[in-house]
């Protein structure tokens, strides 16, 4: 019996190791040194920890079939919670506006200077469909230290190149999350008034 069972051993490990596992950030990798804040003044801005829905939330990526079923991506997983890399991806593309050293992660504890402007996200929808749009609804709001905040919710669609890849879906992921930040660093850039 033993020796049946080693013997099978190799057949099962090569069957398990078939479809391996990739994961995925929604930051760029490359090393694109240190971007400086404009000239003048721009603000200092934090981005606090997004908050998503329970649907997506987890490790696996989700793909939507149809209008009421999801299907979870069990070889295409995230390398952090979805929460922490959609914040992330939103400070990388704000700090390319603000500069590196004036947009971070909210931090937690006393003793951080008090930011010019925080952004809150609330991420109610983000998956690709069968198709390959991608889709992240999200209301967002940008609160100033002084003025009115800026709230609003946002649709954005972007195309997977193909679908049935995740690769490609990471990417058009990324660029729902870039045009969404591009509108959130216009509502920075305009403070409204008291």
């Known amino acids: 019996m033993r020796r049946r069972f080693v013997l099978a051993m190799p057949g099962l490990l090569a069957a398990c190791g078939g479809t391996p596992t990739q994961v995925f950030s929604l930051s760029a990798s490359g090393d694109r040194g240190t971007r400086p804040a404009p000239p003048g003044r721009t603000p200092l801005v934090h981005v606090d920890r997004a908050t998503v829905a329970d649907y997506f939330d987890r490790t696996q990526m989700v793909t939507r079939i149809g209008e009421y079923r999801i299907s979870l991506h069990e070889f295409a997983v995230w390398s952090e919670p979805v929460a922490d890399l959609i914040a992330n991806a939103v400070v990388d593309e704000l700090a390319q506006r603000f500069g590196d050293d004036r947009v971070l992660r909210t931090p937690r504890g006393r003793g951080a200077p008090p930011p010019d402007a925080r952004v809150e996200l609330d991420v109610l929808r983000f998956d690709v469909d069968e198709?390959?749009?991608?889709?992240?609804?999200?209301?967002?709001?940008?609160?100033?230290?002084?003025?009115?905040?800026v709230q609003r919710?946002?649709?954005?669609?972007?195309?997977?190149?193909?679908?049935?890849?995740?690769?490609?879906?990471?990417?058009?992921?990324?660029?729902?999350?870039?045009?969404?930040?591009?509108?959130?660093?216009?509502?920075?850039?305009?403070?409204?008034?008291?």
Do not use: F, N, Y
């Open 131 to 149: 198709a390959g749009t991608a889709t992240l609804d999200a209301r967002w709001s940008v609160v100033p230290a002084e003025g009115l905040p």
């Open 153 to 194: 919710r946002e649709r954005v669609l972007a195309t997977a190149t193909d679908p049935k890849d995740a690769a490609s879906r990471v990417v058009a992921l990324r660029a729902t999350l870039t045009a969404l930040s591009a509108t959130i660093a216009d509502a920075i850039a305009v403070p409204r008034r008291r």
